[in-house]
């Protein structure tokens, strides 16, 4: 029968078949002890098998699998021309996603150890993923599954260029298709890196940047799903994990975007703080550590007016309360203004630093400094942060405040320099030091030109 079979294939110039047939032939061929009628033939109908797969087509692992079993029945060298033509094969490669990618990866690996040296099918494969045209993410636990079976079927030094690889697919897809920001995708991705850290990568760093931009990005425009993951039994730890990383790696955009979610209603920031408290043994982070990032990068440059998720009446001005999410945290955590971070700096200084705040999903651009009631509250619970310079700047907190001649800046200043009217005279002798460097450097310039 094999043999009436491959005088069909041989008698068509190009014979085109699916992943079915492809594997059935093969393995007729592999299976064959008949050396009569096929001879020396059964090699170049091999290849022709392999050349035939319709373009349209990626092997699945039954295929692949049997693709082994030909290389170890006729040797590499012999069939070359026919793996060549599977996979790199350009029509083949279009539109595929992740998995594709996984999958040619997992038997390019089992080649390359069957043959006992690296072929450059791996090279090739990584850098066809990285101009992929596919933006979708298909089934993301999957994807983590995969990976992690491969890394302990191939050892991390031989899927280190893989993962990175996975992971730089990730983060680049997220800008061309929004829907790979979905929260599930970005949970099972924080759950992956995660992970990571058992093995020796040294591209762990750039994948968190990386992840951060694209978690403050999901929890944005996904507030209700976020919400729910926070909340989930199954999820909260590894969403927790996700916002620990995000707090680590994340620019002051990403902080500020992830802020507008974690205080867009009293509810999400209730539940966010319980989450933190919850899981801080199990995930290893200082609770007050945590709190107090998350309320100087990614709280106090935000207002509450906008938010319909607040109980916040009209007062007699006609004006709300911008500030009740940070009376909401420093309810619980009242310490937390006193404390100094890694800069050296309090939360006096982040609020009074701030060149503009937030109203829901705008910016006011004309108003310097956190609103005036976050300023405030900050300084009730530690008055003496008034009175301790900004490291980074170099200025007292009023000084800060006083960039912008708004009415609502001036409010600020004011009450920051009622609680020690002394530093009146530390900003006169500043700027009398700064008029006379001035000075200094004219004199020096027209003694040069004079001479």
């Known amino acids: 029968m094999l043999e009436r079979v491959l005088k069909v294939v041989e008698e068509k110039k190009k014979s085109k078949f699916d992943v079915r047939s492809c ?38 692992d039954q295929l692949y699998n049997m693709i082994l079993s030909v290389v170890d029945k006729f040797g590499y060298d012999n069939v ?17 996603d992740l998995l594709f990618f996984l999958r040619r990866a997992q038997f390019i690996l089992t080649l390359n150890k069957a043959l006992e040296n690296e072929t450059q099918y791996l090279d090739n494969s ?9 933006k979708t993410i298909v089934n ?22 893989v993962v990175k690889a996975a992971l730089s697919y990730m983060h680049r897809t997220v800008s061309d298709n929004k829907t790979n920001l979905s929260i599930t995708t970005l949970v099972n991705r924080a759950d992956f890196i995660w992970k990571l850290h058992d093995y020796p990568c040294d591209f762990i760093q750039s994948s968190l940047k990386d992840f951060s931009e694209d978690f403050s990005f999901g ?16 999820t909260q730890k590894v969403f927790m ?3 620990c990383y995000l707090m680590d790696d994340g620019t002051d955009e990403s902080l500020k975007r992830f802020g507008s979610w974690a205080m867009s209603t009293e509810d999400v920031l209730s539940t966010l703080l319980t989450a933190i408290t919850t899981h801080s043994t199990e995930l290893g982070y200082d609770v007050q550590i945590l709190l107090r990032d998350l309320l100087n990068k990614c709280l106090v440059q935000h207002s509450t007016t906008s938010y319909s998720g607040w109980n916040n009446p009209m007062r007699e001005d006609r004006t709300r309360d911008p500030s009740l999410h940070i009376q909401r945290v420093l309810k619980d955590h009242p ?54 310079r900004d490291p980074v700047t170099g200025v007292y907190p009023f000084m800060l405040t006083a960039v ?35 000075r200094k450097r004219s004199d020096s310039t027209n003694e040069s030109s004079s001479n």
């Not at 592999?30 to 373009?55: D, H």
């Not at 929890?219 to 199954?234: F, I, M, P």
């Not at 920051?416 to 030091?433: F, K, R, T, Y």
């Open 23 to 60: 594997q059935k032939l093969l393995q007729m061929l592999v299976r064959s002890r008949s050396q009569t009628a096929l001879g020396s033939n059964r090699i170049e109908f091999v290849n022709k098998i392999l050349c035939g797969l319709s373009p349209s087509l990626e092997p699945d």
């Open 241 to 243: 994990r996700a916002i």
């Open 335 to 388: 310490n937390l203004p006193r404390m100094v971070d890694g800069d050296g700096r309090i939360t006096l200084h982040y609020a009074a630093a701030r060149s503009n705040y937030s109203t829901g999903m705008s910016r006011v651009n004309s108003i310097a400094g956190a609103p005036p009631e976050t300023i405030e509250h900050i300084l009730k619970a530690n008055p003496a942060g008034a009175s301790v």
């Open 140 to 161: 993301s636990a999957c994807i983590n599954s995969t990976i992690f079976s491969m890394i302990e079927e191939h050892g991390w030094e031989d899927m280190a260029s």
């Open 126 to 134: 990584i850098s066809d993923l990285s101009v992929s045209t596919t």
């Open 404 to 438: 912008s001649d708004t009415i609502r800046s001036v409010s600020s200043t004011y009450s920051l320099l009622l609680a020690n009217p002394s530093l009146v005279m530390s900003g006169i002798q500043e700027a009398d030091i700064a008029g006379s460097r001035k």
């Open 80 to 96: 070359n021309s026919g793996i060549q033509k599977v996979l790199r094969d350009i029509t083949r490669m279009k539109d595929r």
């Open 219 to 234: 929890v944005q425009g996904n507030r209700s799903t976020s919400t729910a993951h926070l909340k989930g039994d199954a």
